[in-house]
């Protein structure tokens, strides 16, 4: 039975019981301030860079957790009783592990930044035009509803519904999830501007990577998958070398898009990884997503439409916004036992095959 006591309910505990591992492992760690927003008890909020290993090792694996706010709980968890476990790090191999890549939504317990962003749609230049979601432009009417009731939400799903079957479920994807940068109260909002998290997310990236030759980022989120069990995406091209050692580090799991509940994936726009390689072009890059399986696919959904239903909507009604934030917080980290221990199951093994694989390329 692994120690369950790394699960946290607030980001304020998640980070103190990550330091507090960090620290007892002997690790380095920068803590990048952030400049302008605080918690919802007025507490300051950070991304942590913690770094264990020799920092001139030339091999380094990353797991970030928290791209996606209120997701990083249990990445948070996994990656704390990753620092307990006492792994033994191969030669010339380091383990950089950064917390809270959106601080201010995890400890708001939302997927998105200060500005309603999504960071993980952020990385994009803001010095020319943004990519254009056409779909979304339909889309966006039609899943903004100024109530949230049942009945408003069926009626949601079934125009939903007819959009998908009018335009297939690729070009669904695209719009409701791709990402788009036209509304920032809408769903999936890649932002106006370079978000605080972004910055400090390069900062960290450069300050701990520079060196380095052989690299592997490995993101965590929810929401994805079948309750219970983790998913993978990898999104390097069919063929290339990067998705080649994916697949000999975590299976043909890693590249096949087992238990994957889109029925099509989007075409994302600015998302982390991709920013990451960019940045890294001394090194070899292998990068994956995890996704901890929680709710199905339209629960999932609905839990996306909520949230900005919240956001901009739920002060007239605090008593009952309550209630609908509880649910939306156990679609993103459900609060069941058995689920929270698959995840540190699940998590010990894929983060030691992280290990070994950067080690053995
Ligand atoms: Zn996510």
Same mark, same amino acid.
């Given at each position: 039975m692994p120690d369950m006591t790394v699960f946290a309910e607030t980001y304020a505990e998640a980070r103190g019981k990550f330091l507090d591992a960090a620290r007892a492992a002997g690790a380095r760690h920068v803590a990048y301030p952030h400049a302008d927003a605080r918690g919802p008890a007025g507490e300051p909020l950070f991304l942590d860079a913690v770094m264990l290993g020799?920092?001139?090792?030339s091999r380094v694996f990353t797991v970030a957790s928290g791209t996606h706010g209120i997701e990083g709980y249990p990445g948070s968890a996994a990656q704390t009783a990753w620092l307990g476990s006492g792994a033994k790090l191969p030669a010339d191999t380091a383990v950089l592990l950064l917390h809270a890549n959106n601080p201010w939504g995890f400890a708001h317990k939302t997927? =998105? =930044?200060?500005?309603?962003?999504?960071l993980n749609r952020? /990385?994009?230049? /803001?010095d020319r035009a943004r990519p254009v979601n056409a779909g979304y432009e339909e889309v966006h009417p039609n899943i903004t509803p100024d109530e949230w009731s049942d009945a408003a939400v069926a009626g949601i799903f079934r125009w939903l519904d007819g959009f998908r079957s009018r335009v297939g479920e690729k070009a669904f994807s695209d719009a409701f999830?791709?990402? $788009?940068?036209?509304? $920032?109260?809408?769903?999936f909002f890649g932002g106006a501007r370079v978000q605080w998290s972004n910055g400090a997310f390069r900062r960290a990236v450069k300050e701990h990577l520079a060196g380095a030759r052989k690299v592997a980022f490995m993101d965590l989120h929810t929401?994805?998958?079948?309750?219970g069990d983790h998913i993978y995406l990898c999104f390097h091209p069919e063929g290339s070398p990067a998705r080649e050692r994916a697949r000999q580090w975590w299976g043909e799991r890693a590249v096949n898009l $087992?238990?994957? =509940?889109?029925k099509k994936l989007a075409t994302y726009s600015g998302v982390i990884i991709d920013a990451f390689a960019e940045m890294l072009p001394q090194a070899d890059v292998t990068s994956i997503v995890v996704e901890y399986g929680t709710r199905p696919r339209e629960e999932m959904q609905r839990a996306s439409m909520l949230q900005r239903w919240l956001r901009f909507n739920g002060g007239r009604d605090p008593a009952r916004a309550k209630k609908l934030q509880a649910e939306y917080e156990s679609a993103f980290y459900p609060a069941e036992a058995d689920w929270r221990r698959n995840v540190l199951e699940q998590s010990r093994d894929f983060l030691a095959k992280g290990v070994a694989g950067i080690a053995s390329c």
């Open positions: 020799p920092a001139n090792a997927r =998105t =930044t200060e500005d309603n962003v999504d952020n /990385f994009v230049s /803001f999830n791709g990402g $788009q940068y036209a509304h $920032q109260d809408g769903i929401g994805i998958g079948p309750y $087992q238990g994957v =509940t889109h």
